[in-house]
């Protein structure tokens, strides 16, 4: 079901343009994430949900309704900030009970709903805590709440895990996943980190240059980006110009500097068009052995390095290219590091090569 | 041992300039007017609380108070009502307009400020310009100078800026995310300044009322230029005892008790805190 929808968003700067004509809908109790490095659009889109900034072009409807037009105060969408934004002369239950307040809500059922969302959050005994007293993942904790408690049809969270310690981060992470479900609130969260995308979202939407570069499940994404682009954002190394040999269902491609492999998928073009492959490096594997077979190539390890829960090679191959792997350390292998200048072969099945069209 | 030769020189200046004045004013206070050079009775000797007895007993003193409260009560509340949303305007303003605002709200320090009173009586005076401008649209002139009024327009003049400063450092520390997040919560632009904005700019509300509210209370030069023969105010019964009936140790005792007056209300509220 349709909750959201964006039709033709444009947000003009001057002569600058951070959203270009953007279409966008999003499904009524998911987990969206908009993804996207800096300038992206993304905080502006983000913005422009919540009302802050009124776009040049194209319409916001959400439930049915065009909001395009409502100030922030008249939608039923509310935000957690980056910076938090919590009322520092307001207690923990006052910042929490602003909104409920804004709608005149009744004292006695503000209070009530006030403590069932502290305990949402688990911080019902900082209730009369200052903002100040609290650390970083309550003070995330209660915007989550303050935001939750006028019952808002969308939830907007602004880099929610940014201002958070590396340990904390996760358990914040599992946290909003579970008031999300608990809740069964739209959520719609912007964060860089593409990690924190695959990890919470239902869907992503992958920005750049204010346009949405692709639309779709973390794994999507993740496995058949549509682009070098998104596939160079979410981590992809090895991406390497090719050629295709053979078109259809299963291609085979010249890579270059590598030579004829197999691929599992339908080639973008016709046979002698040019295209780029991603070799995701955990899917390429690294033997001692000079072995020989299809999608197998000899090379030379330049460097490895230990990673903790991988080692990474970079191996120089003899057709010319470089290719970064990374070995999974399962049980007792140790560091499995390899010196530099060992023979080794690079094999990878024709399902890790990921076709990119130009 | 550095610190203290750095601290010297203010606690010489405080001593010297500060403490001994209050000091020899209070041993004043309590000495009785002579003729003569100097025209008191030598300082401690036989010291008397005559002139502390007259100060409540003659009703003089305290309606000249009273009358001082009323157009430093009154005069600072305008500071306030015009200075805040100027404060507030110049701190939301872009960049590159603020500084060019705030030099505006200090220019008028580039000249003396007697100039700048005087200036007001060519604008109040009977046929000065507010009132040919009243009549050139038809409008009956005003009696405007010497009144009242004229002491709270020039009071109000003459320290707005040190109510407009104070508020603007408040209020140019402000976060926006936190009227954008009242807003995003359903508060109206003016609910949103009601529960969020006016409260966390409460400390430059106090400094600016401290700052107007105390040196208007003294004020001399303004009700002497702008107000009424009859708007005796303690600053106007200061200047009397001492200049015209150089009773000196009167004068001393009035501005030991408007010292008094005003030190007292803080150091309370300073206990409170």
């Given amino acids: ?358 | 041992m550095n610190r203290a030769a750095v601290l010297a020189p203010v606690w010489l200046w405080l001593l010297l300039f500060v403490a001994l004045p209050v000091v020899i004013v209070a041993a004043l206070s309590f000495s009785t007017s002579i003729p003569g050079v100097p025209p008191y009775t030598p300082l401690l000797q036989a010291p008397e609380t005559s002139n502390y007895a007259l100060l409540t007993d003659d009703a003089f003193y305290l309606n000249a108070a009273l009358k001082s409260l009323a157009v430093a009560g009154i005069s600072t509340l305008f500071c306030l009502l015009i200075g805040y949303p100027m404060a507030l305007a110049i701190a939301r303003a872009p960049d590159r307009w603020r500084s060019l605002l705030l030099l505006g709200v200090m220019l008028p320090f580039w000249t003396g400020f007697l100039l700048r009173i005087t200036a007001w009586i060519g604008l109040l005076r009977d046929e000065g310009w507010i009132n040919v401008g009243l009549q050139a649209v038809g409008l009956p002139a005003l009696r405007l100078l010497y009144t009242d009024f004229a002491m709270y327009v020039g009071v109000t003049y003459a320290y707005l800026p040190f109510m407009i400063l104070p508020l603007y450092a408040r209020l140019s520390r402000r976060d926006p995310a936190l009227e954008e997040a009242a807003a995003d919560l359903g508060a109206s632009p003016w609910t949103a300044f009601r529960t969020v904005t006016l409260p966390l700019s409460i400390p430059g509300i106090v400094a600016g009322l401290a700052l107007v509210f105390i040196p208007a209370m003294g004020e001399y030069v303004i009700p002497e230029l702008l107000g009424g023969p009859g708007a005796q105010t303690i600053g106007r019964a200061l200047w009397n005892e001492f200049f015209s009936n150089r009773d000196w140790p009167m004068a001393a005792t009035v501005a030991n008790a408007l010292l008094l007056a005003l030190l007292l209300p803080m150091v309370a509220l300073r206990a409170r805190q």
């Avoid at chain 1, 160079?232 to 890579?255: C, H, K, Q």
């Fill in chain 1, 1 to 358: 079901m349709a909750d959201l929808e964006v039709a033709g968003l444009t947000v003009r700067y001057g002569p600058a343009v951070a959203l270009d004509q953007l279409n966008l809908t999003i499904n009524s109790g998911e987990m969206f994430v908009l993804l996207g490095g800096s300038g992206s659009g993304k905080t502006t889109l983000l913005r422009a949900l919540g009302g802050f900034i009124q776009p040049t072009a194209g319409r916001i409807v959400l439930a049915g309704q065009d909001i395009t037009g409502l100030p922030p105060h008249r939608r039923p969408v509310n935000t957690t900030f980056q910076s938090y934004a919590l009322f520092p002369h307001m207690s923990v239950a006052d910042n929490v009970g602003f909104g409920l307040r804004r709608q005149g809500m009744a004292r006695a059922d503000i209070a009530s709903r006030v403590a069932s969302l502290l305990d949402l959050v688990r911080l019902r005994e900082f209730a009369g805590r200052k903002p100040d007293a609290l650390s970083g993942g309550q003070r995330q904790r209660v915007a989550l709440a303050r935001a939750l408690a006028p019952r808002p049809r969308l939830l907007l969270l602004d880099e929610p895990l940014s201002a958070l310690d590396r340990s904390l981060r996760e358990q914040t992470r599992q946290e909003l996943l579970r008031v999300q479900r608990e809740t069964g609130t739209t959520f719609v969260l912007v964060t860089h980190d593409q990690d924190e995308a695959l990890a919470m979202a239902t869907r992503i939407g992958l920005l750049h240059q204010g346009r949405l570069a692709q639309v779709g499940t973390p794994a999507d994404i993740y496995e058949r980006p549509a682009s070098r682009y998104v596939a160079e954002f979410m981590g992809a190394a090895n991406i390497l110009p090719a050629t295709v040999r053979t078109a259809g269902a299963r291609a085979t491609l010249d890579l270059d500097g590598i030579g004829p492999t197999q691929a599992a998928s339908t080639a973008p073009g016709p046979a002698g068009s040019a295209l780029h492959v991603a070799l995701r490096p955990e899917r390429l594997r690294i033997a001692l052995s000079a072995a020989t077979g299809v999608n197998t190539a000899p090379g030379t390890v330049v460097d490895s390095a230990y990673r903790g829960g991988t080692v990474d090679h970079h191996v120089r191959l003899d057709g010319g290219a470089t290719l970064l792997v990374s070995q999974p350390l399962g049980d007792g292998v140790g560091a499995g590091l390899l010196a530099p200048g060992s023979a080794v072969a690079v094999s990878w099945p024709p399902e890790a090569c990921v076709l990119l069209a130009e």
